[in-house]
């Protein structure tokens, strides 16, 4: 899952820090954008209609959606550990053929979309969770290059890598502050609307500043057809 705070949302919240009159907003919406791909997100001098194309359709529109406060994200969510083993094409574990599923040991807070890192030593590798396809399983958005069985597992919200060369040179999960917003749902459609790539956050029902950009946890680009529905809740992280 990218993301990408947008250089016009940076704007508004340094102004409202360093403005004797700062902006506010006293209501923001999700938007669907359109024309990229379930991987890529808008660059970071887009801005609606330049360089965010809207997703169009019979009946579509924004919704309006409020934050919750401002929380810590989860840098480490969990230490945890594969409990498979061997090297079986479809195994229930991490491995770099068949399947990317993992068996893991169990704690609280899992979701899509949080970023994962495996291995230990010159072996780590980092992905994005996209799916929790059975009990203590998951699913990474892409290939391994070393084959995990038993290897070191930490978990955390999807924020950048940070290289400790202080210490060790390990890399691990970077801070940061999240917020979420409820849950919106698109649609029903009328007819088919062009393919959504991700959501931004707009400070308008219509036209309006885009503030942030993110793909869906699981790199989908969904095209709803006639009477489909699209629910999924927005969050935005900012790392420090």
Do not use: C
């Amino acid at each position: 899952m990218a993301q990408v705070f947008l250089n016009a949302g940076l704007t508004v919240m340094f102004n409202q820090i360093i403005t004797a009159s700062p902006t506010t907003y006293s209501q923001l919406y999700v938007g669907l954008f359109t024309g990229l791909s379930g991987t890529t997100v808008p660059a970071a001098t887009a801005t609606i209609g330049s360089g965010i194309t809207e997703v169009s359709g019979s009946i579509y529109a924004r919704k309006a959606v409020t934050f919750g406060s401002a929380a810590t994200a989860n840098v480490t969510l969990s230490n945890a550990t594969t409990t498979s083993s061997g090297n079986t094409s479809g195994s229930t574990y991490i491995t770099t053929t068949g399947t990317y599923t993992g068996t893991i040991t169990t704690y609280a807070g899992l979701q899509a979309g949080m970023a994962i890192t495996i291995g230990t030593g010159g072996t780590k590798e980092s992905h994005i969770i996209t799916g929790l396809p059975g009990s203590n399983q998951i699913v990474i958005s892409g290939t391994l290059t070393n084959t995990q069985n038993s290897a070191a597992i930490v978990i955390g919200d999807n924020l950048p890598p940070v290289t400790d060369t202080f210490y060790d040179g390990t890399t691990f999960l970077g801070t940061g502050m999240k917020s979420t917003g409820g849950q919106v749902t698109f649609g029903p459609a009328l007819g088919t609307w062009s393919a959504a790539n991700g959501y931004f956050i707009a400070t308008a029902l219509t036209g309006g500043t885009a503030l942030y950009a993110a793909n869906f946890a699981d790199n989908s680009s969904p095209t709803l057809g006639a009477n489909d529905t699209l629910a999924f809740t927005p969050y935005w992280l900012m790392s420090n």
